[in-house]
């Protein structure tokens, strides 16, 4: 029984490879970075990129302009960064802003918006007709705003023509907490999500 949430990161990624892609490897994942998908029992993508690479076998690429063929991709994973801040904490070399330091950030919401509005026109260009998108986002508050990120990808992504046919939770084991955001006024996110995203035809729609 494959269920739609999990506690163990492998578990949702092989489920999902079983259910919509047969079985097959994952093909390329263009945000690779250390490559910590790849630590357990799912196998290295064909093709890994990064904007700044760790190691050599990753090709410095950024994924709204990547150098792979049109349509010739069955298969992408896609962990994009989903945060963003200008804060000051950022270039303190001490335990500050630790979320922001580990992951990458952008300088806006706005810039971090437009960045996977970028990236999932780019998918749409290389993956093959039925071929599908694994996207790991992360709802979040910023500044006492909630940011329904999984809203607006599947909104975005729906409009290029990608089509949902699958979404799983992945419950967090634990979270880092800024001293500072201990005076919660939401709900703490301890939970991301995994679209996946089938390509099809352009603006997909629901009808009764």
């Not at 500050?96 to 996977?116: A, H």
């Not at 986002?137 to 006492?144: E, L, N, R």
Request: net charge positive; hydrophobic share 35%.
């Amino acid at each position: 029984m494959i269920k739609s949430i999990s506690k163990c990161q492998d578990t949702i990624i092989n489920s999902i490879l079983k259910l919509h892609n047969n079985n097959e490897p994952i093909e390329l994942d263009p945000t690779y970075s250390k490559g910590v998908f790849y630590k357990g029992d799912i196998a290295k993508p064909k093709y890994k990129f990064d904007i700044n690479p760790y190691s050599e076998e990753v090709v410095k690429a950024c994924c709204t302009q990547l150098p792979i063929d049109d349509e010739s991709i069955g298969c992408i994973m896609f962990d994009p960064p989903f945060l963003a801040t200008k804060g000051k904490s950022l270039s303190k070399n001490d335990n500050s802003n630790l979320i922001n330091k580990r992951f990458s950030v952008f300088p806006t919401e706005k810039e971090l918006f437009q960045f996977y509005d970028k990236s999932l026109v780019e998918f749409y260009r290389i993956i093959k007709k039925n071929g599908i998108l694994i996207f790991k986002c992360q709802d979040k508050v910023s500044s006492g705003k909630q940011y329904f990120s999984h809203c607006y990808i599947h909104e975005k992504a729906k409009s290029i023509g990608f089509y949902p046919i699958d979404f799983f939770v992945l419950e967090a084991k634990s979270r880092m907490i800024p001293k500072w955001q201990r005076n919660q006024k939401h709900a703490r996110k301890y939970h991301s999500y995994f679209w996946v995203f089938k390509k099809c035809k352009k603006s997909v729609s629901y009808s009764l």
